[in-house]
T-cell receptor
Framework: GAVVSQHPSWVICKSGTSVKIECRSLDFQATTMFWYRQFPKQSLMLMAT?????????EQGVEKDKFLINHASLTLSTLTVTSAHPEDSSFYICSADDRATNEKLFFGSGTQLSVL | RKEVEQDPGPFNVPEGATVAFNCTYSNSASQSFFWYRQDCRKEPKLLMSVYSSGNEDGRFTAQLNRASQYISLLIRDSKLSDSATYLC??????????FGSGTKLNVKP
């Protein structure tokens, strides 16, 4: 089945630094990738929809200048958390929509970000 | 109003029990529906798709009621390994996936 690879799995960083998270579709082309954030005991919250070759579409309340998304190729999307603060600590998950398999969504393994 | 609403639980059931979860959605134009399973601090994994005609996979049965805008998941003969959080997912505009908050299931010996 379709595989989505996400790196890194864990990041611990100091407040004020930037963190980049990569999401790759390994055996299919993903024209659309999604970025979610999940706080403890809460649901996945869609942050943005990333389309290859165009600007990402951000959900209401998500700061586009803080969460930079780049989808430069059909197999890679990156999320950069700029000037991270402790309140940005969360579980970030990417997913890709494999249209070939009836709109099923495949997820990366997630990135646990801890900002000190 | 949330796009998708679920009872967070937890549902605590003994092994062998039958348990059912419901999920309601607000957008009548929603096109596709899924149940995902998520273990603690792991990515969600697709459990099954949901169709109006019903969908059964072993001990799991999913149902969609478009008129009332809800989907359901029934688990028969619960196993310890079924303990997880179950997320319902509703799709519209072909690429907008919205997740419920998840229903936590604890199956006890």
């Amino acid at each position: 089945g379709a595989v989505v690879s996400q790196h890194p799995s864990w990041v611990i960083c100091k407040s004020g630094t930037s963190v980049k998270i990569e999401c790759r579709s390994l055996d299919f082309q993903a024209t659309t990738m999604f970025w979610y954030r999940q706080f403890p005991k809460q649901s996945l919250m869609l942050m943005a929809t990333s389309n290859e070759g165009s600007k990402a579409t951000y959900e209401q309340g998500v700061e586009k200048d803080k969460f930079l998304i780049n989808h430069a190729s059909l197999t890679l999307s990156t999320l950069t958390v700029t000037s991270a603060h402790p309140e940005d600590s969360s579980f970030y998950i990417c997913s890709a929509d494999d249209r070939a398999t009836n709109e099923k969504l495949f997820f990366g393994s997630g990135t646990q970000l801890s900002v000190l | 109003r949330k796009e998708v609403e679920q009872d967070p639980g937890p549902f605590n059931v003994p092994e062998g029990a039958t348990v059912a979860f419901n999920c309601t959605y607000s957008n009548s134009a929603s096109q596709s529906f899924f149940w995902y399973r998520q273990d603690c601090r792991k990515e969600p994994k697709l459990l099954m798709s949901v169709y109006s005609s019903g969908n059964e996979d072993g001990r799991f049965t999913a149902q969609l009621n478009r008129a009332s805008q809800y989907i359901s998941l029934l688990i028969r003969d619960s196993k310890l390994s079924d303990s997880a959080t179950y997320l319902c997912v509703v799709v519209y505009n072909f690429n907008k996936f919205y997740f419920g908050s998840g229903t936590k299931l604890n199956v006890k010996p």
